[in-house]
C-alpha cells in the first residue's frame, strides 16, 4: 500500500491543522493506521494509533487530548486533527499503515519498535508562538 500525508503547513499557537493520509494500491480497511512525527535534531515519536475499523485508537501522551485520529475506509484515508498547537508540535508527520493489530502495534511501540510495514512520506507542520 501506497501512503501520501498532506495538510501540513504553517500555523500559529492555539490554532488547528488536519492532516490526511490517502492510501493506494491496497485494501486500506486491512490496515491500521499510525502516525508519527519527528522534530528537529530528534527522533521519531509516536503521536496516534486507530484500528483497521476506527473503533480503536490511542494517543501519545503529549498529543492526548489535543489531537484526534479518525480514518474514512470509503475514501482509503485516514485523517488526523490537530488542535490547540504548540510550537514544540513542530515537526513532520509521517502516516504508517500495518496489517497487524492496533493491541499488536501499541506493544511494539511501548517497547520501542516503531517498525511499521509501510510508511508514506511526511508533511510539515509548523506552528509559530
Known amino acids: 500500500v501506497q501512503l501520501q500525508a498532506s495538510g501540513g503547513g504553517l500555523v500559529q499557537a492555539g490554532g488547528s491543522l488536519r492532516l490526511s493520509c490517502a492510501a493506494s494500491?491496497?485494501?486500506?480497511?486491512?490496515?491500521?493506521v499510525v502516525w508519527f512525527r519527528q522534530a528537529p535534531g530528534k527522533g521519531r515519536e509516536f503521536v496516534a494509533g486507530i484500528s483497521w475499523n476506527g473503533d480503536s485508537t490511542y494517543y501519545g501522551d503529549s498529543v492526548k487530548g489535543r489531537f484526534t485520529i479518525s480514518r474514512d475506509n470509503a475514501k482509503n484515508t485516514a485523517y488526523l486533527q490537530l488542535s490547540s498547537l504548540k510550537p514544540e508540535d513542530t515537526a513532520v508527520y509521517f502516516c504508517?499503515?500495518?496489517?497487524?493489530?492496533?493491541?499488536?502495534?501499541?506493544?511494539?511501540?511501548?517497547?520501542?519498535?516503531?517498525?511499521?510495514?509501510?510508511w508514506g512520506k511526511g508533511t510539515q507542520v509548523t506552528v509559530s508562538s
Open positions: 494500491g491496497g485494501t486500506f480497511s486491512n490496515y491500521a
Open positions: 504508517t499503515a500495518d496489517l497487524r493489530s492496533l493491541f499488536t502495534i501499541a506493544t511494539m511501540i511501548s517497547e520501542g519498535n516503531y517498525g511499521m510495514q509501510y
